[in-house]
């Protein structure tokens, strides 16, 4: 999996007066848990670009005091209105414990059911997995070329190695749907016959 | 027009409408949607006008979502009625919409397409909206 480096410093008081000046001078307030004890630290509100406004998972590698140590993004907080980010929840990882993230899902092909009148639907585009973070692959990808009209991919079908997908086992990942005009398509030609 | 098919009690107190949107306020079904920036009663006849605005710009492709619903009756006095002698008769559905509330998302149309048909339902509601995007898109 992809991973990106961010610098923090860490917060010298913590409470909503510090964190209201911290997010005026353009920082975000972060804390990072899952080790010893937690952290409490701030980084520059644009670095975290990269790692929120995208599709794609990353492992975070945080330099907070020059200390570093391995993350991933495990909860975010956005203001109502601006949608500015006010807070992140860091969850360290460790390489011998196996972490539960959420992996964007990817498809490939062209499905039969689509050159049929089909529309393709991608049910989930993440889904939840548990693996060591070696394991972790940058996207699930889903060959949907056999896939017929009115088909689905259920999790349940699902199989990469070292992974452990976490949704319910019946829910469709990817489908192909009979639009109107294919359904009216349908109808005409049986009741021709 | 959207209201409930049954409801518990026909008359409700007007209440109040604090702060922002504490849920309901990020994108969860399609790519595109609408905000509200301002706190407001929206109709059951708003909310519709709004939803055959974006229909028929969209010509019926895509996906339309609606992420409010009006479920509180709101009373009215007949015209030329001395005060008193009760609460009026339920006269219409409102959804009560604080800031920061997605009140419509659309998917499985190009951007502009959705922006434009979006600006359109805007127009039809009482409250300032902004345009936003779900965070992965990528175009």
Sequence with gaps: MKSIEIKGQLRTAVGKKDAKNLRNAGNVPCVMYGGEAPVHFYADANEFRKVVYTPSVYLIDLNINGEACKAIMQDIQFHPVTDEILHIDFLQIFEENPVTIEIPVEVEGFAKGIKAGGKLKINLRRLKVKALAKDLPDTITLNVEELGLGESIKVEAMEVENLEFLNAKSTPVVSVIITRAARAAMNAAAAEN | ?139
């Design chain 2, 1 to 139: 027009m959207l209201q409930p098919r049954k409801v518990k009690f026909r008359r409700v107190q007007k209440g109040r409408m604090k702060g922002n949107a504490q849920r309901g306020n990020q994108i969860a079904f399609g790519t595109f949607g609408i905000k509200s920036l301002e706190s407001a009663w929206l109709t059951g006849r708003q909310i519709e006008a709004a939803r055959v605005a974006v229909t028929r710009h969209m010509q019926r492709q895509g996906q339309i979502w609606i992420r409010v619903f009006p479920d509180k009756p709101i009373t009215k006095k007949p015209a030329e009625v001395r005060m008193g002698k009760g609460k009026g008769s339920p006269e219409a559905f409102v959804a009560p919409v604080t800031p920061g509330r997605i009140l419509f998302e659309v998917e499985g149309v190009p951007f502009e397409l959705a922006k434009e048909a979006l600006r359109l339902a805007a127009q039809k509601l009482p409250v300032t909206t902004k345009f936003v995007v779900r965070r992965d898109y990528v175009e």
